[in-house]
């Protein structure tokens, strides 16, 4: 079984309609991030959260939000989607005891917003 | 601030033949490195790592990476390319505490 889980893998939607994504992880780590990515820009980071009581902003969180439920699971809500919200979308975490903060990522969610 | 530069989007080689995929980076604090490989609609596998150990690091599927400091680059390489290889790999820079500042990647192409 897979150490991160994202869904759904796939989804498309319609301008202005509220969309989740979904992270679980059974890895025990406290670190949990969510990542976007573009052709041609790489990752960039959405939100992070060092455990549940602590979410941080990343350099693109204007449109999301998110909510950390328990030690493994970390969501990505769009309120209201917008067309350049299309895009792959990764769930990752890390041990923080780990050297260098190594991070392990989520299948990805495919999302278009038509 | 972290930055990382890939230098070229597409790399093409033929089977066989070495790869090589460049990386400089920028870090005010001793970096953490990482190369990461994604295949085909799949997530983003960890390659290697580097973490002030040994300057040559050892990676899965035959790859590896040298930090060199002088140069601010940490380039990954294979001897010999396999078919199996045609991914996009993202070099990737890390403080240690908190983020990864990634590259915009390099889609590695295979020809037989």
């Known amino acids: 079984d897979a150490d991160v889980t994202q869904t759904p893998r796939n989804r498309i939607t319609k301008t202005g309609k509220r969309i989740m994504l979904e992270c679980s992880q059974t890895?025990?780590?406290?670190?949990m991030y969510w990542y976007r990515q573009d052709p041609g820009l790489g990752l960039r980071l959405i939100y992070y959260?060092?455990?549940?009581?602590?979410?941080n902003k990343g350099e693109i969180s204007d449109g999301y939000s998110v909510s950390r439920q328990a030690q493994a699971k970390f969501s990505l809500s769009l309120e209201s989607a917008i067309p350049n919200q299309t895009a792959l979308y990764f769930c990752?975490?890390?041990?923080?005891?780990?050297?260098?903060?190594?991070?392990?990522f989520g299948p990805g969610t495919r999302l278009t917003v038509l | 601030a972290q930055s990382v530069t890939q230098l070229g989007s597409h790399v093409s080689v033929s089977e066989g033949a070495l790869v090589l995929l460049r990386c400089n980076y920028s870090s005010s604090v001793p970096p953490y490195l990482f190369w990461y490989v994604q295949y085909p609609n799949q997530g983003l596998q960890l390659l290697l790592k580097?973490?002030?150990?040994?300057?040559l690091v050892k990676g899965i599927n035959g790859f590896e990476a040298e930090f060199k400091k002088s140069e601010t680059s940490f380039h990954l390489t294979k001897p010999s390319a396999h078919m199996s290889d045609a991914a996009e790999y993202f070099c990737?820079?890390?403080?240690?505490?908190?983020?990864?500042?990634f590259g915009t990647g390099t889609r590695l192409l295979v020809s037989p």
């Open positions: 959260s060092f455990d549940v009581k602590d979410i």
């Open positions: 990752a975490t890390s041990d923080p005891n780990s050297r260098g903060n190594t991070q392990y």
């Open positions: 890895k025990g780590h406290d670190r």
């Open positions: 990737a820079v890390s403080d240690g505490f908190q983020k990864l500042v």
């Open positions: 580097y973490t002030s150990a040994a300057t």
